[in-house]
């Protein structure tokens, strides 16, 4: 990812309407937003389908200094001053709650979206450089898609206002709900201003969150910040795997890597007409042991003890772990490049 | 009551240490596929060395492994390609009598490989299908749950069951 070297873009993101006739309150808020958006010098004419209506004050919608919500949101997310409560309040608000693209977190969502989605992957990769493709999707899925996105919103303890009226305070997260009984897919896909779902306007508020730490704090901040609210989660990565016939891709991969044909043998059992029996079953390549499983039947545990096998080989993690974003906050870090393996195994 | 030989370590003997050391005596359990056993990890992973420099005993010997659960047995690839086509050509002619546990016998070889090789034609595999579900249609509702349960446990064992 390139360091963003001039304002331009961050200006697209965050310019406020500058509309000819400037009212006195309107002014007051341009003055104490950042020096970024006060860099905005050019006022641009917006089309005439978007023109915003001209109050003669800000609806408390809008109305970020006025939300007694956001400075709360700001210190219980420990942001740096930097960080303005204007970009704050525009992340809260949706696409289906405005038409105007100028005060929804719209962009801000999309780069947001980038970077949690790369640091995700990122990190998963190098932690795990043999998880199969679908494992990895599945993984950085429940790191940062939208379920998981949503419950870190509803962690942060962000209420949601029922609907995006000019009235409601601007510390809630306004979206136009969805009628019930619709196809909620097929309904984003069509038109994301006719409404939308809780989970996906909380899921995209957090990712309008990231992007303004990306924006206002730096890189260093928000790699801090992903490691700080997503990686400290829990995943259990070895609970995403499920094999349709273990046995065949074990043998596959030692037919591959060279090793001696897999033979199942029997550790331990309680006996061929215990009640309920438990056999435990080791694989073995050769005399090493690679996977161990038990089961109610012989089947059952020579499968597992393949699964376990199998996602002993896809499971490893090198010892030094060197991010590649490593290098991104100073030229001169050491970097080992990450292992790659030459893929999972073809059947 | 419950009486079981103490563990090695907490015998006092010539050998044992005069100082204060470290007993590692876990409980028996699962072990868990994070841990990378030595076999899979790379060429250059340092945990090989240390592995090596840690292990207690050599290797055991084949016969002195636990018993395997099916014989380990050679391949044989002594069939040839012609062989391969006179198989589709009797499984196409003769389905009936030319089933996959019949020609296995008849080339030798295994009734797996026959199914990789040839299958039925589509006119009989629905014949079969059809022959099945009747079968199964006569089933009452306990037989057909514990079918559909089983047949739910087997999928699960892949890992999709959390275990």
């Known amino acids: ?347 | 009551m419950l009486r079981i030989h103490p563990h090695p370590s907490m015998i006092l003997n010539a050998n044992s240490p005069r100082t204060d050391h470290i007993v590692y005596n876990p409980p028996s359990s699962a072990p868990t596929p994070l841990i990378t056993p030595t076999l899979f990890l790379p060429k250059d992973d340092p945990r090989r060395r240390l592995f090596a420099a840690a292990a207690a005993a050599p290797p055991k010997p084949a016969n002195q492994l636990p018993p395997p659960l099916r014989e380990p047995y050679e391949k044989s690839y002594h069939l040839t390609l012609a062989d391969c086509k006179r198989m589709r050509s009797l499984r196409n002619t003769d389905p009936g009598r030319w089933h996959r546990t019949a020609l296995a016998k008849e080339f030798n070889c295994s009734s797996l490989f026959v199914g990789m090789v040839c299958q039925a034609s589509e006119e009989r595999l629905a014949q079969m299908a059809f022959r099945a579900e009747k079968v199964k249609s006569r089933w009452g509702p306990k037989r057909t749950i514990a079918r559909e349960d089983r047949q739910k446990r087997r999928a699960g064992w892949g890992g999709a069951d959390g275990l």
């Open chain 1, 1 to 347: 990812m390139k360091r963003i070297r001039n304002l331009t873009s961050v200006n697209s993101l965050l310019r406020p309407v500058a509309a000819p006739a400037i009212n006195a309150s309107l002014s007051l808020l341009h003055s104490s937003a950042s020096t970024v958006a006060s860099a905005a010098a050019i006022p641009e004419t917006p089309s005439p389908e978007l023109q915003p209506q001209l109050l003669s004050t800000l609806p408390p919608s809008r109305n970020a200094l006025a939300s007694a919500k956001l400075p709360a949101l700001h210190a219980r997310l420990n942001l740096h001053p930097n960080y303005p409560i204007q970009t704050l309040a525009r992340a809260l608000v949706d696409p289906s709650a405005d038409k105007n693209p100028r005060f929804t977190n719209q962009n801000l969502t999309t780069l947001g979206n980038t970077l949690t989605g790369y640091y995700a992957a990122e990190y998963l990769m190098v932690t795990y450089p043999r998880l199969p493709t679908e494992v990895l999707y599945a993984a950085v899925s429940a790191y940062v898609g939208n379920k998981a996105l949503a419950s870190l919103g509803r962690e942060w303890g962000i209420e949601s206002a029922f609907e995006p009226t000019a009235d409601v305070d601007a510390g809630l997260l306004q979206f136009s709900r969805l009628a019930p009984g619709v196809d909620p897919k097929a309904a984003l896909h069509r038109d994301p201003h006719a409404g939308s779902t809780l989970e996906h306007a909380m899921a995209n508020l957090v990712r309008s969150v990231f992007a303004g730490v990306y924006l206002h704090e730096g890189l260093s901040a928000t790699k801090q910040f992903f490691r700080q609210h997503v990686l400290s989660r829990k995943l259990d990565v070895d609970k995403l795997f499920d094999f349709t016939q273990p046995t065949r891709e074990l043998s596959r991969l030692c037919a591959r890597e060279g090793f001696e044909p897999p033979v199942a043998r029997l550790l331990a059992e309680t006996g061929r007409h215990s009640r309920h029996p438990v056999f435990v079953v080791g694989v073995y390549s050769g005399s090493e042991l690679m996977g161990e499983g038990h089961g109610g039947s012989l089947d059952e545990a020579r499968i597992r003890a393949a699964v376990n096998a199998l996602k002993g080989w896809y499971l490893y993690s090198p010892p030094e772990k060197d991010l590649p974003s490593k290098t991104e906050e100073s030229r001169d870090a050491k970097f080992k490049p990450a292992y790659i393996d030459p893929g999972e195994v073809i059947v």
